[in-house]
């Protein structure tokens, strides 16, 4: 079965005008839009889609137990829900798929790239309450919980292993060769995270001439 393919003319301009408008809302809603993203990826995904997808991390978000404390009970408990009960988590392979940078796909699949799968975790750890946010360090996409001084950092990727210091280091030695600076922790906004979203999606399509169309409309939603 091969790559989705992009929606029929109309559906893809309605896709880009909502994902312009929310990219310029005062506060993006980072869910809306990683599905925009996938509804102009993928032709199959219409609005009906989207919906339940934003109703499967609700769902996902009101079976998170309640477990008042830290940063690090907060980690825990989203690692024990998502990664071991729910399964969520990446492998080699996924970075050979378009579909790990759909959200819609990733919830379905329970597979994806580090950075969809963060935003599962941002996404449900957000409306249970939890003080999460994404952590963008060079080549792997993780989440952190509470203030700096008390930060705590879990990989979706690894479903939801608690990363100490020498682990981060290693990661970005591992991307970059150059050391981890504190800089790297600090919290991604909304659009920045959607911004490398679609640039792995634009890396995926330069290795694939085939597919120009893919990297054509990854393009056009960078720019809006």
């Not at 880009?16 to 990683?34: H, I, N, Q, S, V």
């Not at 979706?156 to 981060?168: E, I, K, M, N, S």
Request: proline share 8%; with cysteine.
């Amino acid at each position: 079965m091969g790559a989705p393919r992009p929606p029929k003319p109309e559906r893809a301009a309605e896709v880009r005008r909502r994902f312009g408008e929310e990219a310029r809302a005062e506060r993006p809603d980072l869910a809306t839009l990683c599905l925009l993203v996938g509804a102009a990826g993928d032709g199959t995904l219409d609005e009906a889609g989207e919906d339940a997808a934003q109703i499967e991390l609700d769902r996902l978000a009101g079976q998170v137990p309640f477990r008042p404390g830290g940063p690090r009970s907060w980690a825990l408990a989203l690692a024990e829900l998502l990664g071991g009960t729910c399964g969520f988590r990446g492998s080699p392979g996924d970075y050979q798929r378009l579909e790990s940078s759909f959200l819609h796909e990733v919830l379905q699949r329970r597979r994806g790239l580090p950075i969809l799968l963060s935003v599962v975790w941002l996404e449900v750890a957000r409306r249970a309450g939890a003080p999460v946010y994404g952590v963008a360090l060079p080549g792997h996409f993780v989440v952190g919980f509470g203030p700096p001084e008390e930060q705590v950092l879990a990989d979706p990727f690894d479903g939801g292993r608690v990363l100490t210091g020498g682990d981060a280091e290693l990661l970005v030695v591992g991307a970059t060769g150059a050391r981890l600076d504190p800089s790297m922790l600090e919290p991604a906004d909304p659009l920045d995270v959607v911004l490398r979203v679609l640039n792995n999606i634009r890396a995926w399509a330069a290795a694939r001439p085939e597919r120009s169309d893919v990297s054509l409309w990854a393009v056009e939603l960078s720019l809006l």
